[in-house]
């Protein structure tokens, strides 16, 4: 049974900076991508970053490029994700997820695994 468990977010101002983190257990988290996904109130869920399994290959989606940057550590079965010029656009709830397969997908439906989320508010 795979688990998996985000923290890291909360109120911030625009223009600051939160770094989420998702640990993962139960799972071989070495041979997943991971993805970061959000979904603000009444809209869709939509991709926000994904990672390979290896870390050496990363994908965003073009509102967070240049912002955002996805990162993981096999070792602590642990994936982040870090935000800085935060707008109040970035408000939603912040999930992670995992693939079984090695290549990060955009998809929500091509995620396996997913985390009960983290509210991130970014006030103006």
């Known amino acids: 049974q795979v688990q998996m468990v985000e923290s890291g977010g909360g109120l911030v101002q625009a223009g600051g900076s939160l770094r989420l983190s998702c640990v993962v257990s139960g799972g071989t988290f070495s041979t997943y991508a991971m993805g970061w996904f959000r979904q603000a109130p009444g809209k869709e869920r939509e991709f926000v970053a994904g990672?390979?399994?290896?870390?050496?290959?990363?994908v965003y989606a073009d509102s967070v490029k240049g912002r955002f940057t996805i990162s993981r550590d096999n070792a602590e079965t642990t994936v982040y994700l870090q935000m800085t010029s935060l707008k109040p656009e970035d408000t939603a709830v912040y999930y992670c997820?995992?693939?079984?397969?090695?290549?990060?997908?955009?998809?929500?439906?091509?995620?396996?695994?997913w985390g009960q989320g983290t509210q991130v508010t970014v006030s103006s």
């Open positions: 990672i390979n399994w290896s870390g050496g290959s990363t």
């Open positions: 997820a995992a693939d079984q397969r090695a290549a990060p997908r955009t998809r929500t439906n091509d995620y396996l695994y």
